[in-house]
């Protein structure tokens, strides 16, 4: 699988580990405009109502994607420190205040150190502009993917990341995949999930259908999955087409991911622009956008666990 490259000017990503490295965060440092969609039934969150598009604060200074689901948000205040001291924020008056929404999966064991303020801070420290580390780093440390018939016959997730040019702009996106459901490739085949004994993949969508491992579902309702992603760009989009953007590239979760966005996963979409002044784009330039955002995500869904499997770089 080639890497592709460059990911999308002005956005820096880093992944901190918490102590044991059994949990993580990644964070994407801006500015940048932003929205959100949330689809997920069972989602953990902070300051996501600052990406409504009528709030006062214009833009997010970082988001935030971690482990160790409500615990890990913890992370959050690391970040928020880290741009403080960097003279980043949202200008009060009285002092800057570092806008950072974010959003968590569960990836929670017995005994296991969850991301903390000091994760933060090491995310933000190590994070870069260009294509991100994947696999199993950040906040897909722990992830797993397939989990209908419980943790022995799942399988890793990852992070993932991919990026393409379009219309003279970059759009990319990155997913820390750690759902319930198969991760499929473009064609619908799956490439990771749950397996059967033998090891070939049970097929999550079909064994539902023909109602099988209804017993087993109890071990689920815990609520060990999530899929959480970002859409970046370049070009110029002001919040209300971002809203849209986030809208439509959403729809990748759908067509990567098999069952998707059930009681027992957390899904959060964010979209962000780097432009510096945003323009009014007309519906169909949007929806090109859209087009190669979905395109984008739908990749890295899929390199996420694939990428895990065969060790990150």
């Not at 214009?58 to 988001?63: H, L, Q, S, W």
């Not at 780093?137 to 991919?162: D, L, N």
């Not at 979209?271 to 929806?287: K, Q, Y």
Request: proline share 5%; charged share 20%; with cysteine.
């Amino acid at each position: 699988m080639t890497v592709p490259e460059p990911f999308v000017p002005g956005v820096a990503i880093g992944h901190g580990l918490a102590y044991g490295g059994k949990s993580g965060c990644t964070v994407l440092l801006g500015p940048f405009r932003a929205a959100v969609e949330v689809r997920g039934l069972a989602t953990g969150s902070r300051e996501l109502d600052v990406l409504r598009p009528d709030h006062l604060v214009p833009r997010a200074d970082a988001i935030l994607l971690t482990g160790g689901s409500v615990f890990g948000l913890a992370a959050a205040d690391g970040v928020v420190a880290w741009l403080h001291e960097s003279g980043r924020g949202y200008d009060t008056g009285v002092v800057k205040v570092p806008i950072v929404p974010a959003a968590v999966v569960f990836d929670l064991h017995e005994h296991q150190t969850r991301p903390d303020s000091e994760t933060g801070g090491a995310a933000c420290d190590a994070a870069q502009e260009g294509h991100p580390a994947e696999g199993s780093v950040g906040a897909a440390v722990a992830a797993t993917v397939g989990k209908i018939a419980g943790p022995a016959a799942a399988m890793r997730g990852g992070v993932g990341a991919y990026s393409l040019g379009f219309d003279g702009y970059r759009v990319g996106a990155l997913a820390v995949v750690n759902a319930l459901g198969d991760v499929l490739d473009g064609s619908g085949r799956i490439v990771a999930g749950a397996r059967g004994p033998d090891g070939d993949f049970l097929d999550t969508a079909a064994t539902l259908r023909r109602g099988g491992l209804r017993g087993e579902m109890r071990d689920v309702a815990a609520g060990t999955n999530t899929t959480l992603a970002v859409v970046a760009t370049d070009a110029p989009l002001d919040r209300i087409g971002l809203v849209r953007l986030a809208r439509v590239a959403g729809n990748a979760l759908a067509r990567r991911i098999n069952p998707v966005h059930t009681p027992f996963d957390g899904d959060v979409i964010f979209a962000v622009s780097t432009a510096e002044e945003a323009r009014d784009f007309g519906s169909a330039e949007v929806l090109g956008l859209g087009a190669a955002a979905q395109y984008a995500l739908e990749e890295a869904i899929t390199r996420g666990p694939t990428e895990a499997s065969r060790g990150h770089r």
